[in-house]
């Protein structure tokens, strides 16, 4: 047997082939030179003491319980922690230490010479197998001694196993000592975060990172500016019940307690008397070498022990095993005379108490530079999760696509609201009760990719596998995978995606948008064999109510004291699906609710309310304010169908065909039967004369289908040259403003329910109008800065007066639909300003309907006039709190009055003729009677207009004209009246008219004459 034997030149460990890298882990790895075993020839001092004894005590032949008595007599920590996890209950090393030396006791003083020959068969097998995998997998000296224990008790012989077995689990053992070969050969992750440089939180338990932070509060105390080891040990000496305080008090002298310990390492260590305000951040910066050694230790400690997490007893072993030189002195001297290496055999006990004990349960947590992510599956385990039993249809596809051997990845898309994020909690909740037993083991952790700017995108997808990679028990739930696939330019992370799939460095739940998943994977055939797709589509009414009615249950716990009554909950569901368009059901009924919860709790709380449940009233509340329709049209809805053209025709009079044609086109979007062609859910024409209507009602379609109630309008007059595109699309790469992307594209992305008016559509340039091409065809357009939005829920509407003198010419005598033909021949013969066609044909036919508002008649300048005065009214009341009352007749008068003007004029007048003949009518004698008798103005609460119509037709209105008023014999007198009203007079507020039921309403009231005009 050789010990220091020097070796020849010619042996193959000093032979340049058998090194070829200069060392020890580079060349093939032997224990016999010259067929004698020569322990040093590993160069791992541990395997060789372990060899040397074991060579001590054998007898003529050396035998596997010779090297695992040695092994274990040698207290090895980093051997120990294998045995122990793999021994019987009840049992310790020195048991197995007292068994091995009956079964394999020593020889007789030195007997084994060293001799191939002379060693077992069993441990000559080990041997081959230990020498095979050294020079296969490039083994370090630094583990060599576990790896080759492992091998001994992977093929024992037939007495070792009679003996071993009733103390130790061999095959548990071996498999231990390997995971601890392998944890040294893989490179651990590191410490600190890449970007930020931080110290990543998610390798430590709770206790001891908030060890740390204690830690680094004391070295501030100090006067320290990094963190170092004995600051670690004062705030471990600090946590209640920790493994360091119940050590050192049972250690420490009776006259020196743990709060003078404390004290004498703290002065031991203080630089300064002030300190610092400010403690050392738990970064690269803040944290000393020595302590980054420390944490490095306390990792591989905590590997060894079967831990995923350095916890507080991984630390305190770490510290004692290499404590520092002056740290250990302080401890050794006096008075605390602590004995070092009785520590650390008291904290190994602590280590395998911690094993068999239950890990404690806390959540996966990633870094803050990451999206936000929660753990669902300890969620599911602390209760947070109810059963969603309504989601049983998605499971068997779900789970066969998840137990497939590979390509076990799943895309779930659908629409955002319809219960994606509830799906995926509901895995968690089945897994983890068990009721999925192939998923028991599985930690399902959701992250919310959803606002990933395209910019960061790629970063954060390579950290996010980055930080997952290598776990096999994590199921990485990607809720918004569109955003965070999404590159910027338009370009895209595919490829790094497909390569963390196939290298298995992620296993992948990925939630996306149906359109994210067309344009980013439906052309990716290779990511489509990687995943398998599960649609989710809006769930049925009957199903709805069901989602529902689990969540309201939920409501109703967080909501001490309130009530949801199941009618509200129906109700719920009917009214969010007919009104709330921006959102879809169950989520948009859920939302419903809560804010029906939240404004009774208020009202309870703050006003002393007494109602204790959400009714069907609270529900039309909260549904009115959140689509802004009436609350007695919703209420009187009967809950099954919506009077689109009541809704419609409230605010736009004259104009009952394009309301019909308009409430029948949402009607045909609230179906579903937008989605079937690939263009937007609408794209309308509304085409006549000014002031008819058409921009009020695309107001009020924007008011019950868009999420932001507003009318998004682009004045295509500003759009007359070809670069005034920028002003859509946004402004090229170098230009100003590039970053902050395209109008278009940023509304459509913030509200894929909007509603777009291209006002006056036929001054824009050719050019401008390009990009709607493939926006009203495929539904989607990009920006210059390449990011995509898609418009399949928007509605376009484009306005033209282009054809008045068509519609104008026409008249009542020709149906609409001719009138239409007739638009659509003059819009395609319209040309810009060089000559070229403004609407091409390829435009036009994407065009759905063309909506011909034709001129008003007299009945709806009069119902014009009616809302003119309504505001009027209002004005006096709110602003001068002064009631207002025009007769009947003049409303009447001035209807037919700003009829006849406007088709004087072509039409060219509309509707916003009737705020000037008003004008003349009602506002200006109201305030030329104010001026002449201020005193009585001032005093008055009610102001009557009083109104003699003009004599029969024949005689010239001269209206404007500036002579003699409103029209020829037509007065308009104005009285105030005093607060007290005059005995006989009765203001009625019938249709805004006067009636006088007795006596002359003379008195307080004063009747002037006066000129319109």
Same mark, same amino acid.
């Given at each position: 047997?050789?010990?220091d034997?020097?070796?020849?030149?010619?042996?193959?460990?000093?032979?340049?082939?058998?090194d070829?890298?200069?060392?020890?882990?580079?060349?093939?790895?032997?224990?016999?030179?010259?067929?004698?075993?020569?322990?040093?020839?590993?160069?791992?001092?541990r395997?060789?003491?372990?060899? #040397?004894?074991?060579?001590?005590?054998?007898?003529?032949?050396?035998?596997?319980?010779?090297?695992?008595?040695?092994?274990?007599?040698?207290?090895?920590?980093?051997?120990?922690?294998?045995?122990?996890?793999?021994l019987?209950?009840?049992?310790?090393?020195?048991?197995?230490?007292?068994?091995?030396?009956?079964?394999?006791?020593?020889?007789?003083?030195?007997?084994?010479?060293?001799?191939r020959d002379?060693?077992?068969?069993?441990?000559?097998?080990?041997?081959?197998?230990?020498?095979?995998?050294?020079?296969?997998?490039?083994?370090?000296?630094?583990?060599?001694l576990?790896?080759?224990?492992a091998c001994?008790?992977?093929?024992?012989?037939?007495?070792e196993?009679d003996? #071993?077995t009733? #103390?130790?689990?061999?095959?548990?053992?071996?498999?231990? /000592?390997?995971?601890?070969?392998?944890? *040294?050969a893989?490179?651990?992750?590191?410490?600190?975060?890449?970007?930020s440089?931080?110290?990543?939180?998610?390798?430590?338990?709770?206790?001891?990172?908030?060890?740390l932070?204690?830690?680094?509060?004391?070295?501030?105390?100090?006067?320290?500016?990094?963190?170092?080891? &004995?600051?670690?040990?004062?705030?471990?000496?600090?946590?209640?019940?920790g493994?360091a305080?119940r050590?050192?008090?049972?250690? #420490?002298?009776?006259q020196?307690?743990?709060?003078?310990?404390?004290?004498?390492?703290?002065?031991?260590f203080?630089?300064?008397e002030?300190?610092?305000?400010t403690?050392?951040?738990?970064?690269?910066d803040?944290?000393?070498e020595?302590?980054?050694?420390?944490?490095?230790?306390?990792?591989?400690?905590?590997?060894?022990?079967?831990?995923?997490?350095?916890?507080?007893?991984?630390?305190?072993?770490?510290?004692?095993?290499?404590?520092?030189?002056?740290?250990?002195?302080?401890?050794?001297?006096?008075? /605390?005379?602590?004995?070092?290496?009785?520590?650390?055999?008291?904290?190994?006990?602590?280590?395998?108490?911690?094993?068999?004990t239950?890990?404690?349960?806390?959540?996966?947590?990633?870094?803050?530079?990451l999206?936000?992510?929660?753990?669902?599956?300890?969620?599911?385990?602390?209760?947070a999760?109810? &059963?969603?039993?309504?989601?049983d249809?998605?499971?068997?596809?779900?789970?066969?696509?998840?137990?497939?051997?590979e390509?076990?990845?799943?895309l779930?898309?659908?629409?955002?609201?319809? %219960?994606?994020?509830?799906?995926? +909690?509901?895995?968690?909740?089945?897994?983890?009760?068990?009721?999925?037993?192939?998923?028991?083991?599985?930690?399902?952790?959701?992250?919310?990719?959803?606002?990933?700017?395209?910019?960061?995108?790629g970063?954060?997808?390579?950290?996010?596998?980055?930080?997952?990679?290598?776990?096999?028990?994590?199921?990485?739930?990607v809720d918004?995978l %569109?955003?965070?696939?999404?590159?910027?330019h338009?370009a895209?992370?595919?490829?790094?995606?497909?390569?963390?799939?196939?290298?298995r460095?992620?296993?992948?739940?990925?939630?996306?948008?149906?359109?994210?998943?067309?344009?980013?994977? =439906?052309?990716?055939?290779?990511?489509?064999e990687?995943?398998?797709?599960i649609?989710?589509?809006?769930?049925?009414?009957?199903?709805?109510?069901?989602?529902?009615?689990?969540?309201?249950?939920?409501?109703?716990?967080?909501?001490?004291?309130i009530?949801?009554?199941?009618?509200?909950?129906?109700?719920?569901?009917?009214?969010?699906?007919?009104?709330?368009?921006?959102?879809r059901?169950?989520?948009?009924?859920?939302?419903v609710l809560?804010?029906?919860?939240?404004?009774?709790?208020?009202?309870?709380?703050? *006003?002393?309310?007494?109602?204790?449940?959400?009714?069907?009233?609270?529900?039309?509340?909260?549904?009115s304010?959140?689509?802004?329709?009436?609350?007695?049209?919703?209420?009187?809805?009967? %809950?099954?169908?919506?009077?689109?053209?009541?809704?419609?025709?409230?605010e736009?009079?004259?104009?009952?065909?394009?309301v019909?044609?308009?409430?029948?086109?949402?009607?045909?979007?609230?179906?579903?039967?937008?989605?079937?062609?690939?263009?937007?859910?609408?794209?309308?024409?509304?085409?006549?004369l000014t002031?008819?209507?058409?921009?009020?009602? =695309?107001?009020?379609?924007?008011?019950?289908?868009?999420?932001?109630?507003?009318?998004?309008?682009?004045?295509?007059?500003?759009?007359?040259?070809?670069?005034?595109?920028?002003?859509?699309?946004?402004?090229?790469?170098?230009?100003?403003?590039?970053?902050r992307?395209?109008?278009?594209?940023?509304?459509?992305?913030?509200?894929?329910?909007?509603?777009?008016?291209?006002?006056?559509?036929?001054?824009?340039?050719?050019?401008?109008? +390009?990009?709607?091409?493939?926006l009203?065809?495929?539904?989607?357009?990009?920006?210059?800065?390449?990011?995509?939005?898609?418009?399949?829920?928007?509605?376009?509407i484009?306005?033209?007066?282009? %054809?008045?003198?068509?519609?104008?010419?026409?008249?009542e005598g020709?149906?609409?639909?001719?009138?239409?033909?007739?638009?659509?021949?003059?819009l395609?013969?319209?040309?810009?300003r060089?000559?070229? &066609?403004?609407?091409?044909?390829?435009?036009?036919?994407?065009?759905?309907?063309v909506?011909?508002?034709?001129?008003?008649?007299?009945?709806?300048m009069?119902?014009?006039?009616?809302?003119?005065?309504?505001?009027?009214?209002?004005?006096?009341?709110?602003?001068?709190?002064?009631?207002?009352t025009?007769?009947?007749?003049?409303?009447?008068?001035?209807?037919?009055?700003?009829?006849r003007?406007?088709?004087?004029?072509?039409?060219?007048?509309?509707?916003?003729?009737?705020?000037?003949?008003?004008?003349?009518?009602?506002?200006?004698?109201?305030? =030329?009677?104010?001026?002449?008798?201020?005193?009585?103005?001032?005093a008055?609460?009610?102001?009557?207009?009083?109104?003699?119509?003009?004599?029969p037709?024949?005689?010239?209105?001269?209206?404007?004209?500036?002579?003699?008023?409103?029209?020829?014999?037509?007065?308009t007198?104005?009285?105030?009246?005093?607060?007290?009203?005059?005995?006989?007079?009765?203001?009625?507020?019938?249709?805004g008219?006067?009636t006088?039921?007795?006596?002359?309403?003379?008195?307080?009231?004063?009747?002037?004459?006066?000129?319109t005009?």
């Amino acid at each position: 047997m050789q010990h220091d034997s020097a070796k020849s030149p010619d042996s193959p460990e000093n032979s340049p082939e058998g090194d070829p890298e200069g060392g020890s882990e580079g060349r093939s790895v032997r224990l016999f030179t010259d067929g004698f075993l020569d322990p040093d020839a590993l160069g791992d001092e541990r395997t060789a003491t372990v060899l #040397l004894s074991a060579a001590e005590r054998a007898t003529e032949r050396l035998r596997p319980g010779d090297i695992l008595y040695a092994a274990l007599d040698a207290r090895d920590p980093a051997v120990l922690p294998a045995f122990e996890g793999a021994l019987a209950e009840g049992a310790a090393p020195h048991h197995l230490l007292e068994t091995v030396a009956v079964y394999a006791p020593p020889g007789n003083g030195y007997a084994f010479d060293g001799a191939r020959d002379h060693v077992s068969p069993e441990l000559a097998a080990a041997f081959e197998e230990f020498e095979s995998r050294c020079t296969r997998d490039a083994v370090g000296a630094e583990v060599r001694l576990e790896l080759l224990l492992a091998c001994l008790l992977d093929a024992p012989s037939a007495d070792e196993r009679d003996f #071993l077995t009733p #103390l130790l689990d061999l095959p548990l053992a071996a498999e231990a /000592l390997r995971r601890q070969v392998g944890v *040294h050969a893989d490179e651990p992750p590191e410490l600190y975060d890449d970007a930020s440089g931080r110290l990543r939180s998610e390798e430590f338990t709770n206790d001891a990172w908030a060890v740390l932070e204690l830690a680094a509060q004391r070295a501030a105390e100090l006067g320290y500016d990094r963190l170092l080891p &004995p600051h670690c040990l004062m705030a471990l000496l600090s946590e209640t019940e920790g493994p360091a305080e119940r050590l050192f008090r049972l250690q #420490l002298p009776l006259q020196v307690g743990l709060v003078k310990a404390v004290e004498i390492i703290t002065q031991a260590f203080r630089i300064t008397e002030r300190g610092s305000r400010t403690a050392p951040r738990l970064d690269r910066d803040g944290i000393g070498e020595s302590l980054r050694d420390l944490l490095h230790a306390a990792r591989t400690t905590a590997a060894r022990w079967d831990a995923e997490q350095i916890d507080t007893p991984h630390l305190l072993a770490a510290l004692l095993d290499s404590p520092p030189q002056r740290l250990a002195s302080v401890l050794a001297a006096e008075p /605390l005379r602590l004995d070092i290496e009785r520590l650390r055999e008291s904290v190994r006990d602590v280590l395998g108490e911690t094993r068999s004990t239950a890990p404690r349960e806390a959540p996966f947590r990633l870094p803050a530079f990451l999206p936000p992510s929660e753990d669902l599956t300890w969620l599911a385990r602390t209760g947070a999760i109810g &059963p969603a039993a309504h989601l049983d249809g998605y499971f068997e596809p779900l789970c066969r696509a998840l137990h497939r051997t590979e390509n076990n990845h799943v895309l779930i898309t659908g629409l955002p609201g319809i %219960g994606t994020t509830t799906l995926l +909690r509901e895995l968690a909740r089945r897994a983890a009760t068990g009721e999925i037993p192939f998923l028991r083991r599985k930690r399902f952790l959701r992250v919310d990719c959803k606002d990933v700017a395209a910019e960061s995108s790629g970063e954060q997808l390579t950290a996010l596998i980055g930080q997952v990679a290598g776990r096999t028990d994590l199921v990485v739930c990607v809720d918004g995978l %569109g955003p965070l696939l999404r590159g910027r330019h338009g370009a895209d992370h595919l490829l790094e995606l497909r390569r963390a799939l196939k290298e298995r460095s992620i296993h992948l739940i990925g939630v996306l948008a149906e359109h994210d998943y067309e344009d980013l994977v =439906a052309a990716d055939h290779v990511l489509q064999e990687l995943t398998c797709r599960i649609d989710m589509a809006e769930p049925e009414r009957e199903a709805a109510r069901a989602m529902v009615r689990l969540a309201a249950d939920a409501l109703e716990t967080e909501f001490t004291g309130i009530r949801i009554e199941r009618h509200a909950v129906a109700r719920a569901v009917v009214l969010a699906g007919d009104f709330v368009r921006h959102q879809r059901l169950p989520l948009s009924a859920v939302k419903v609710l809560r804010r029906a919860c939240e404004d009774l709790d208020y009202a309870r709380r703050q *006003h002393g309310d007494e109602r204790s449940a959400v009714t069907l009233d609270e529900v039309a509340d909260v549904v009115s304010e959140l689509s802004g329709m009436p609350r007695e049209q919703i209420a009187g809805t009967g %809950g099954e169908r919506v009077d689109y053209a009541t809704a419609l025709g409230a605010e736009v009079v004259g104009q009952d065909q394009a309301v019909r044609v308009v409430a029948d086109e949402l009607r045909r979007i609230k179906a579903g039967l937008a989605a079937v062609s690939s263009g937007p859910a609408s794209v309308l024409l509304f085409a006549g004369l000014t002031g008819v209507g058409k921009t009020e009602l =695309a107001k009020r379609v924007a008011g019950l289908y868009s999420a932001s109630k507003r009318l998004q309008t682009y004045p295509m007059e500003n759009f007359t040259e070809p670069h005034s595109v920028s002003g859509i699309l946004g402004s090229p790469p170098g230009y100003v403003g590039h970053e902050r992307g395209g109008r278009l594209i940023n509304e459509l992305n913030s509200d894929p329910y909007c509603v777009f008016l291209l006002d006056e559509a036929e001054k824009a340039h050719p050019e401008v109008l +390009r990009p709607f091409l493939n926006l009203f065809d495929e539904g989607w357009i990009t920006d210059q800065r390449g990011v995509k939005a898609h418009g399949d829920r928007a509605i376009f509407i484009l306005t033209t007066n282009a %054809g008045h003198e068509i519609i104008s010419r026409l008249g009542e005598g020709s149906s609409d639909e001719e009138i239409s033909a007739a638009v659509r021949a003059k819009l395609a013969s319209e040309r810009s300003r060089d000559g070229t &066609p403004v609407f091409t044909p390829e435009f036009l036919a994407r065009v759905r309907r063309v909506i011909v508002f034709r001129p008003l008649g007299g009945d709806a300048m009069t119902a014009i006039g009616r809302k003119v005065l309504d505001r009027q009214a209002a004005f006096w009341r709110e602003k001068r709190e002064k009631e207002l009352t025009v007769p009947e007749e003049l409303v009447r008068y001035a209807g037919a009055l700003g009829h006849r003007l406007n088709s004087e004029a072509g039409g060219r007048e509309g509707g916003r003729i009737m705020a000037k003949v008003l004008s003349d009518l009602v506002e200006n004698p109201v305030l =030329a009677a104010a001026e002449e008798r201020a005193e009585e103005f001032q005093a008055c609460d009610r102001i009557v207009v009083d109104f003699v119509p003009p004599p029969p037709p024949g005689v010239r209105d001269a209206l404007f004209s500036g002579r003699d008023g409103a029209g020829s014999g037509s007065r308009t007198r104005v009285r105030f009246l005093s607060p007290e009203p005059a005995d006989g007079v009765e203001l009625s507020s019938v249709e805004g008219g006067l009636t006088k039921s007795g006596g002359s309403g003379e008195g307080d009231a004063h009747d002037e004459p006066g000129r319109t005009g």
